[in-house]
């Protein structure tokens, strides 16, 4: 399996009054194509920063980030913009939706900045919602929809440029103990059609459904665990 | 991308109604003051060139004033509106003139308000007392009949000559011809009537009679001044030099050897053009630069709602970036955001402009005065192109606001 991410001794500094916050201390880890990884850490440990970081959101203050073997430190913000546009698809905890425009709309956001005009975009975006069981919400907003259902049309989101790799950042944190694994059964579903994909959460229950557990403490790996039939 | 952002500025507009009103309502009374100055400009512009082209070419006026002495020209002006009352312009001062070689004709006038007469028809018009010369150098059409004759002037003939709308008013559609109109108890045989001339800026052409002034002076009026005559000349070329020729003629005869003195203006009509065209520049510069200021307040008045807006569209900021925008791509969508909603307040305020242009057009046109609609395209120009540069100028900054924004620390922003 390809690396597709490969990090050594990465480090993430902010700068508070008063001082320096050490967010991350010396992170080291690599993550192969279709893999379905958990990084479980309490909050405060420092997961989310990692997160923004290996999606391009944020950019370490030192060691080394290679993406499929590309040092992403001399990529300008615009080549990381473009990035993220092509290779990175997220689900956010709060879903993220534009609350006026509809679950159609929504879904076809990433297409707006892909650089060059998509014909198909429609197609794709039903087709999208088809897989996540959402054809009959086209064009209701997302304040019409429960919660499960607009995690699902933002994984659709997520999907829509065809990623290698999907970042979920604690996606069952809203939402009921029901939908909550319906969601992660979809997760489940597209790992095993190949994708990649990294849930970042602090629940237990959640990261043992992942092959591989990273658990983060104050900034540090403390664990890399895989986890046998997960 | 355009056309959607273009979109999306439309429905953002459209979602908040009564705040994109009263965000373009200062831009919108800008572009509307500088339309309607620029029609309204344009109407009294052709206006008064017309005024001068009734003239014709090559002519130049002299007339009485006040003189000057050690008044301000303030009160010389409220003098002459007062009606203080010069009575040195004579005839022979204007044959002296038409001695001068460069003077081709002229004729004097005088102007009365009268009671005009056809059997117990009664009208109140202008009495236009003026030469014969007028029919040549004015270029005067009859519509039937024809105009007196320098013979009839000097033998003080009792003749008139209508003007279409008072022929109309006083006969209808009887023909005057070889009929007698009565001007204050004196009885005048109308031998014409005259094609419409339309409208001059201060009294109606065609609503006058036209008589000799001579016959004018001794029988009807009881004076031998004149208060003005047209002059035209041989050679538009030597137009300065006759003008100064001129002048030193009449300070010899009314023995006013300075010009704080003199009892009489001569002005030659380009040179009344040129004046008119200075005045109007330095009008229409002052009142654009007034509508500038508007256009200004309003332009920050944009401004402002722009910044609102990026803060409170700080989320969906963040979560465009996230999914792939870069900064040139959300700075774009603001620009053109802002950009739109100038550009509406930019027709909006063209509409305005016209549609009160329109209506100052038809009043006047209502109440007397001759006042063409004038499509002032260049207005709408500078309307247009100022608010796309305002957009531009106005937008930037919040759009660079927008477009820096961390989309980590946005999108923790609802």
């Known amino acids: 399996m390809e690396t597709l991410i490969s990090i050594k001794d990465l480090t993430k500094d902010y700068e508070l009054e008063g001082g320096v916050a050490n967010i991350l201390r010396g992170v080291s880890f690599s993550i192969s194509s279709g893999e379905l990884v958990a990084i479980m850490g309490p909050s405060g440990s420092g997961k989310s920063t990692l997160m923004h970081i290996l999606g391009f959101l944020d950019r370490p203050t030192s060691g080394t980030y290679l993406f499929r073997g590309r040092d992403i430190k001399t990529l300008s913000d615009d080549e990381l913009a473009r990035l993220r546009n092509k290779e990175i698809g997220f689900v956010f905890q709060s879903f993220n939706l534009l609350k006026r425009t509809s679950v159609l709309d929504n879904v076809k956001l990433p297409l707006s900045y892909v650089g060059y005009k998509v014909t198909d975009g429609d197609e794709r975006a039903k087709k999208g919602l088809d897989a996540v069981g959402l054809s009959h919400r086209l064009h209701n907003r997302p304040n019409q929809l429960s919660g499960g259902e607009q995690q699902r049309v933002a994984i659709a989101r997520a999907l829509i440029n065809n990623p290698s790799i999907i970042f979920a950042?604690?996606?069952?944190?809203?939402?009921?103990?029901?939908?909550?694994?319906?969601v992660m059964q979809l997760f489940k579903d597209l790992h095993h059609q190949g994708h990649t994909i990294v849930l970042v959460t602090h629940d237990a229950t959640v990261a043992h459904q992942a092959h591989r557990i990273l658990h983060v403490m104050d900034g540090q790996i403390v664990q890399d665990e895989k986890i046998s039939g997960g | 991308m355009l056309r959607q952002a273009i979109v999306q500025s439309l429905k953002n507009l459209l979602a908040f109604k009564a705040r994109s009103a009263l965000t373009i309502l200062g831009m919108v009374i800008g572009i509307t003051a500088v339309v309607v100055i620029f029609s309204a400009g344009g109407a009294?512009?052709?206006?008064?060139?017309?005024?001068?082209?009734?003239?014709?070419?090559?002519?130049?006026?002299?007339?009485?004033?006040?003189?000057?002495?050690?008044k301000t020209s303030f009160s010389n002006a409220s003098s002459m509106a007062m009606g203080a009352n010069i009575t040195t312009f004579k005839l022979s001062d204007l044959d002296a003139i038409l001695k001068l070689p460069n003077v081709k004709d002229a004729y004097g006038m005088l102007m009365s308000q009268e009671q005009i007469t056809y059997k117990d028809e009664a009208k109140r018009s202008f009495v236009l007392a003026m030469g014969a010369a007028a029919e040549r150098i004015d270029q005067t059409k009859v519509e039937s009949g024809r105009f007196y004759t320098d013979d009839e002037d000097r033998g003080l003939a009792r003749v008139a000559v209508l003007g279409p709308e008072l022929k109309k008013k006083l006969f209808g559609d009887d023909d005057p011809l070889d009929k007698y109109i009565k001007i204050r108890r004196v009885n005048f045989k109308v031998v014409g009537v005259l094609e419409s001339r339309g409208a001059s800026m201060i009294i109606n052409l065609d609503d006058a009679v036209y008589i000799p002034v001579r016959t004018a002076q001794k029988l009807v009026l009881g004076v031998d001044h004149i208060v003005s005559s047209v002059i035209q000349v041989n050679d538009g070329n030597l137009m300065d030099e006759t003008v100064a020729e001129i002048t030193d003629l009449m300070r010899q005869r009314h023995n006013t050897p300075t010009a704080d003195k003199e009892d009489f203006h001569v002005t030659s009509m380009e040179e009344a053009r040129q004046m008119m065209d200075t005045v109007f520049g330095y009008l229409t510069f002052l009142l654009v630069a007034l509508a500038g200021i508007s256009l200004l307040v309003g332009g920050v008045g944009i401004m402002n709602v722009m910044f609102v807006s990026v803060r409170e569209r700080t989320y969906e900021i963040g979560l465009r970036k996230a999914v792939g925008a870069t900064q040139s791509n959300i700075l774009w969508q603001f620009l053109i955001e802002t950009t739109i909603v100038v550009l509406v307040a930019g027709l909006v305020g063209i509409f305005f402009g016209?549609?009160?242009?329109?209506?100052?057009?038809?009043?006047?046109?209502?109440?007397?005065?001759?006042?063409?609609?004038?499509?002032?395209?260049?207005?709408?120009?500078?309307g247009v192109g100022f608010s796309i540069s305002f957009g531009f100028v106005f937008g930037i900054l919040p759009a660079r606001a927008a477009a820096k924004l961390d989309p980590v620390e946005a999108m923790r922003f609802e």
């Not at chain 2, 016209?354 to 500078?382: E, H, R, Y």
């Open chain 1, 169 to 182: 950042d604690e996606p069952t944190g809203n939402l009921d103990s029901k939908s909550g694994a319906q």
């Open chain 2, 354 to 382: 016209l549609a009160i242009s329109l209506m100052i057009s038809l009043v006047a046109t209502a109440i007397g005065f001759t006042w063409p609609f004038v499509l002032p395209f260049s207005a709408m120009a500078v």
């Open chain 2, 44 to 70: 009294l512009k052709a206006q008064l060139n017309s005024y001068i082209d009734s003239f014709g070419p090559s002519t130049l006026q002299v007339e009485v004033k006040t003189p000057a002495t050690s």
